[in-house]
């Protein structure tokens, strides 16, 4: 389909007197390419306000541990600031202020997001604005000195960009089954590999607390502050107390989640796990041990409602009958999904007051109540989602199992109080849950973990990141482990849907006059879309009609 577009590109940046070359540094074998920037250092008897703005632009100057913008400080401020603990990126000139105050001075810009110490990108809303104040005084020899400055950087969306690359840390599902996807950004220099493994062995990001899975202990650290690469393989060397009394599985799932991390990378094929620089011993496979993959794929075949009411399957241009399934057009039956193994269907009756199961042994039963909600999504481990648009004074959703009874369990996510969820949908890994919420008219798309017992059932949703989106929104899917697809649906407006990447990207795709619906699968590399009249397929830059007639189209999930 499209590709997808820099959320952070082409925006207003400071002047920038100092060059910018690109060089690949060294560090040992490991080589990182990256952009140097090369600001000014402060000129002599330079007023407060120069002092300020070369402050604010030599952020970029990342070689030397900063040193050109500690230049612009004072000794002791230079020794206790630390510009790695947050960056953020500014959207327009930013505007210096003097403060009443002798040698205070406040900076006010526009920003886009900012990364954490931890190196997640939090977007913000457009025409976002922040704040920060330096003080300055003057030293003996009468230059001014920032003596004052919150810790962290500034740069413009260019500089950003140049210095900074995202990358996958992964961790897995509680049951070891999937690979789950961190994104974290990384700024483009030497050690940059060692950096990336150590992230992977501090943990997931904080949204992702409780949510994943991983086999390194608390405390896990490398030996030595570098990885090098030889002849594409990566010797993580391992402290003793991070491989101390493991057992051959955990050995095993550590090996894997360095190896599923460290061969994203284009100078990495292999790794090799050591403790003082000698390989470790995995010992034989355990039983329980998973290979697991970076992709999920749902498969080609989706879940549909036929022009005379009744769950069918869709696949291509074809309309194919469900073999076993009961007869359901009694319900006019709207927003199915299903099961991976295409045997369990979920639905909502036409009032949608009512989630329904059904099954190609033929059971159909009523297993929630509700008013006006969503349409469902149904995880792997066999929870079916749904939330009640009504119900917007409330901070939980609701989820439901079909088995030998119907088990109902009321989610608690605090973060949704007095927000009306519009749509939610599980990851392919079901460890997290895109969900949009707002009112209707303004609505925001969120992505939070899954948090489950030890049983793997559902049992709260943690705190969200908050992704941003250029296009209207009432519904989501994944389109990948790490892709989102948008839009804000319509019988009679012009509809433009839009990929979102977990790593700021953003890609709008063709719009569609009077688009009802859209689907996409996570692996399945395609979208589809529905008007009142036909079902298209995306391709390349246009879209295709289908013969097979049909709606509500989904993949399973």
Same mark, same amino acid.
């Given at each position: 389909?499209?590709?997808?577009?820099? #959320?952070?590109?082409?925006?207003?940046?400071?002047?920038?007197?100092?060059?910018?070359?690109?060089?690949?540094?060294?560090?040992?074998?490991?080589?990182?390419?990256?952009?140097?920037?090369?600001?000014?250092?402060?000129?002599?008897?330079?007023?407060?306000?120069?002092?300020?703005?070369?402050?604010?632009?030599?952020?970029?100057?990342?070689?030397?541990?900063? *040193?050109?913008?500690?230049?612009?400080?004072?000794?002791?401020?230079?020794?206790?600031?630390?510009?790695?603990?947050?960056?953020?990126?500014?959207?327009?000139?930013?505007?210096?202020?003097?403060?009443?105050?002798?040698?205070?001075?406040?900076?006010?810009?526009?920003?886009?997001?900012?990364?954490?110490?931890?190196?997640?990108?939090?977007?913000?809303?457009?025409?976002?604005?922040?704040?920060?104040?330096?003080?300055?005084?003057?030293?003996?020899?009468?230059?001014?000195?920032?003596?004052?400055?919150?810790?962290?950087?500034?740069?413009?969306?260019?500089?950003?960009?140049?210095?900074?690359?995202?990358?996958?840390?992964?961790?897995?599902?509680?049951?070891?089954?999937?690979?789950?996807?961190?994104?974290?950004?990384?700024?483009?220099?030497?050690?940059?590999?060692?950096?990336?493994?150590?992230?992977?062995?501090?943990?997931?990001?904080?949204?992702?607390?409780?949510?994943?899975?991983?086999?390194?202990?608390?405390?896990?650290?490398?030996?030595?502050?570098?990885?090098?690469?030889?002849?594409?393989?990566?010797?993580?060397?391992?402290? *003793?107390?991070?491989?101390?009394?493991?057992?051959?599985?955990?050995?095993?799932?550590?090996?894997?989640? #360095?190896? #599923?991390?460290?061969?994203?990378?284009?100078?990495?094929?292999?790794? =090799?796990?050591?403790?003082?620089?000698?390989?470790?011993?995995?010992?034989?496979?355990?039983?329980?041990? =998973?290979?697991?993959?970076?992709?999920?794929?749902?498969?080609?075949?989706?879940?549909?409602?036929?022009?005379?009411?009744?769950?069918?399957?869709?696949?291509?241009?074809?309309?194919?009958?469900?073999?076993?399934?009961?007869?359901?057009?009694?319900?006019?039956?709207?927003?199915?999904?299903?099961?991976?193994?295409?045997?369990?269907?979920?639905?909502?009756?036409?009032?949608?007051?009512?989630?329904?199961?059904?099954?190609?042994?033929?059971? #159909?039963?009523?297993?929630?109540?509700?008013?006006?909600?969503?349409?469902?999504?149904?995880?792997?481990?066999?929870?079916?989602?749904?939330?009640?648009?009504?119900?917007?004074?409330?901070?939980?959703?609701?989820? *439901?199992?079909?088995?030998? =009874?119907?088990?109902?369990?009321?989610?608690?996510?605090?973060?949704?109080?007095?927000?009306?969820?519009?749509?939610?949908?599980?990851?392919?890994?079901?460890?997290?849950?895109?969900?949009?919420?707002?009112?209707?008219?303004?609505?925001?798309?969120?992505?939070?973990?899954?948090?489950?017992?030890?049983?793997?059932?559902?049992?709260?949703?943690?705190?969200?990141?908050?992704?941003?989106?250029?296009?209207?929104?009432?519904?989501?899917?994944?389109?990948?482990? =790490?892709?989102?697809?948008?839009?804000?649906?319509?019988?009679?407006?012009?509809?433009?849907?839009?990929?979102?990447?977990?790593?700021?990207?953003?890609?709008?795709?063709?719009?569609?006059?009077?688009?009802?619906?859209?689907?996409?699968?996570?692996?399945?590399?395609?979208?589809?879309?529905?008007?009142?009249?036909?079902?298209?397929?995306?391709?390349?830059?246009?879209?295709?009609?289908?013969?097979?007639? *049909?709606?509500?189209?989904?993949?399973?999930?």
């Amino acid at each position: 389909m499209s590709v997808l577009a820099l #959320l952070l590109a082409g925006c207003t940046s400071l002047p920038q007197a100092g060059p910018v070359t690109r060089s690949d540094e060294q560090g040992g074998s490991e080589s990182t390419a990256s952009y140097i920037f090369n600001p000014p250092a402060p000129t002599q008897g330079a007023t407060p306000e120069a002092i300020v703005t070369g402050f604010i632009n030599a952020g970029s100057g990342i070689q030397d541990d900063f *040193a050109t913008a500690r230049e612009y400080m004072t000794p002791e401020a230079a020794e206790s600031w630390d510009p790695e603990l947050r960056t953020v990126i500014y959207s327009s000139q930013p505007a210096v202020v003097a403060s009443d105050a002798e040698g205070e001075y406040t900076v006010q810009f526009e920003i886009q997001g900012v990364v954490d110490d931890a190196g997640v990108l939090s977007q913000t809303s457009e025409n976002s604005t922040e704040a920060i104040t330096l003080r300055l005084v003057e030293n003996e020899a009468g230059e001014w000195r920032v003596a004052e400055a919150p810790d962290g950087i500034i740069l413009d969306s260019s500089q950003f960009n140049a210095l900074y690359a995202s990358h996958r840390l992964f961790f897995y599902d509680p049951s070891y089954s999937y690979a789950v996807p961190d994104v974290r950004w990384f700024l483009n220099r030497s050690g940059q590999t060692a950096e990336i493994v150590q992230s992977l062995m501090d943990g997931p990001a904080a949204y992702l607390d409780g949510a994943v899975a991983t086999a390194f202990p608390d405390g896990a650290a490398l030996s030595r502050a570098s990885v090098p690469v030889s002849s594409g393989v990566a010797e993580v060397d391992l402290n *003793a107390s991070t491989l101390g009394g493991t057992e051959p599985l955990a050995r095993q799932r550590m090996q894997q989640q #360095l190896e #599923l991390t460290l061969t994203e990378l284009a100078r990495v094929s292999d790794v =090799e796990m050591t403790m003082g620089q000698n390989p470790v011993d995995l010992g034989e496979e355990a039983e329980e041990f =998973e290979t697991v993959s970076t992709s999920a794929s749902v498969g080609s075949l989706q879940v549909a409602i036929s022009e005379n009411n009744q769950l069918v399957y869709y696949e291509g241009a074809a309309v194919l009958p469900i073999a076993g399934a009961p007869d359901a057009a009694f319900l006019e039956p709207v927003d199915p999904t299903m099961s991976l193994d295409h045997s369990q269907l979920v639905f909502l009756n036409g009032e949608r007051d009512g989630m329904y199961w059904a099954t190609t042994q033929g059971q #159909l039963d009523r297993v929630h109540d509700g008013e006006n909600l969503t349409a469902p999504s149904l995880d792997h481990t066999g929870w079916a989602w749904t939330a009640d648009r009504n119900q917007d004074d409330e901070s939980t959703v609701t989820v *439901a199992r079909f088995g030998e =009874e119907i088990e109902t369990r009321t989610i608690d996510a605090a973060w949704l109080d007095q927000r009306r969820v519009e749509a939610l949908r599980i990851s392919p890994d079901g460890a997290r849950v895109a969900v949009v919420v707002g009112d209707g008219d303004s609505n925001e798309l969120f992505v939070a973990g899954v948090i489950r017992d030890e049983s793997g059932n559902p049992v709260s949703i943690g705190n969200p990141i908050s992704l941003e989106t250029t296009v209207p929104l009432n519904d989501v899917v994944w389109y990948s482990t =790490e892709e989102l697809l948008v839009a804000a649906t319509s019988a009679t407006q012009r509809v433009v849907p839009e990929l979102i990447g977990l790593n700021g990207t953003q890609a709008s795709l063709n719009p569609l006059l009077g688009m009802t619906g859209f689907s996409a699968g996570a692996g399945s590399n395609v979208i589809y879309a529905e008007t009142e009249e036909e079902v298209v397929l995306g391709v390349g830059s246009w879209w295709r009609p289908q013969s097979g007639v *049909a709606r509500d189209l989904s993949f399973p999930g």
